[in-house]
């Protein structure tokens, strides 16, 4: 199981990014998925995260910002993050619960993807 997340990059305060994160192997399902966020020097904070069911929960700091979203039979989970303030910037990972083909849960990590909010 292999989770590419991509989508990040630079951008004004004020303006907006789509991140996604699709896994790919020999997948059964994918369960919850969590986006984590890791400002410089800092260390890896849960920004927003998805179940199954469709529930969502949000860090206090981006709520009414950022909005997770996931597209369960492509097993991919998407963060739309509007009014980017400098405080955003960090390495965006997604973590994403996978039951494999072995009748095994797992949680797999994406590679990160980068995202600088500055004018």
């Known amino acids: 199981v292999q989770l590419q997340a991509c989508g990040g990059g630079l951008v004004q305060p004020g303006g907006s990014l789509r991140l996604s994160c699709a896994a790919s192997g020999t997948i059964i399902m994918t369960g919850d998925v969590k986006w984590y966020r890791q400002a410089p020097g800092g260390q890896r904070d849960l920004v927003a995260g998805?179940?199954?069911?469709?529930?969502?929960n949000y860090a206090d700091s981006v709520k009414g910002r950022f909005t997770v979203s996931r597209d369960v039979a492509r097993h991919t989970a998407y963060l739309q993050m509007d009014s980017l303030k400098p405080d955003d910037t960090g390495v965006y990972y997604c973590n994403v619960e996978v039951l494999s083909s072995d009748s095994v849960w797992a949680c797999y990590w994406g590679q990160g993807t980068q995202v600088t909010v500055s004018s």
């Open positions: 998805i179940k199954v069911g469709g529930s969502t």
